[in-house]
């Protein structure tokens, strides 16, 4: 009966406008705004969109979800050795296939349909944490990748991944968190901008650092901040944390 329904459906497919899908956005963003709104919403929370087509009916569907960082995959190690984060980032809004067993039920149809799905950006935050994602977890163990990830120190161009001529949405890098070591004993350290340049945070020791020390296969998440307008630089960590004090 489903199949037969869809087939003589009197209601007609229409595709969604970019200007209904930013509307619909919107009414999903302030109903978020309702229950949860903070400076860390303000400053690093942005809505992902991820869009699905039937493959029977070719109906458009979009959910909405809020995110605090983007968490991408790393492309299995090229022969240069190295992937750039556009590649992570392309992987991670590249069309994917779902079988039926994997994939949500389409509205129109009623059921399980094998369909696409691609996720894009809808809203972008002030600032963009994005999350290289090393750690690849198996049936048995987990293990870590150490492909060496190369990031713009400025100019971040996600414009691409964001709703259909949103034009260029350009982010500088200010703070980079390592990881060194393997699955079972890693430790953690910081790069991060201030008036002052860069500075590496190792436990109780800050050393001053050039632009060329930044880039290692050991970057692992990295903290991107619109580079339109004059940031008030609120988001610095230190600011922040005297911020929370006061409250
Ligand atoms: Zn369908």
Redesign the pocket.
């Known amino acids: 009966m489903d199949k037969l329904h ?1 087939e003589i459906n009197r209601r007609p497919y229409v595709k969604r406008t970019g200007k209904e899908i930013s509307e619909e956005a919107n009414v999903m963003w302030k109903k978020h705004l309702e229950r949860d709104d903070s400076i860390i919403v303000d400053i690093f929370s942005g809505q992902l969109r991820s869009s699905l087509h ?1 493959s ?4 458009y569907s979009n959910t909405f979800d809020v995110f605090c960082d983007l968490s991408l995959p790393i492309p299995k190690r090229s022969c240069r050795g190295e992937v750039s984060l556009q590649e992570c980032l392309d992987l991670f809004s590249q069309e994917e296939k779902l079988d039926k067993e994997n994939s949500p039920m ?1 509205e ?2 009623n059921r399980r ?1 094998e369909c696409t799905k691609r996720l894009s950006i809808q809203r972008f935050p002030q600032v963009i944490v994005i999350h290289l994602n090393r750690f690849t977890t198996s049936r048995w163990s987990i293990s870590k990748s150490t492909v060496y990830v190369s990031f713009p120190l400025k100019n971040l161009d996600l414009g691409p991944y964001g709703p259909v001529d949103c034009g260029p949405v350009l982010y500088d890098l200010y703070a980079i968190c390592n990881h060194a070591g393997t699955v079972n004993m890693g430790h953690y350290t910081a790069c991060c901008l201030d008036e002052n340049g860069w500075c590496f945070y190792n436990d109780s020791s800050a050393t001053p650092l050039t632009e060329s020390q930044l880039q290692t296969n050991q970057a692992y998440v990295l903290f991107y901040q619109r580079s339109r307008s004059e940031p008030p630089r609120l988001w610095c960590p230190r600011k922040l944390i005297e911020a929370a004090a006061v409250l």
């Open positions: 869809t039937c029977v009916c070719s109906h389409c129109r149809c349909t």
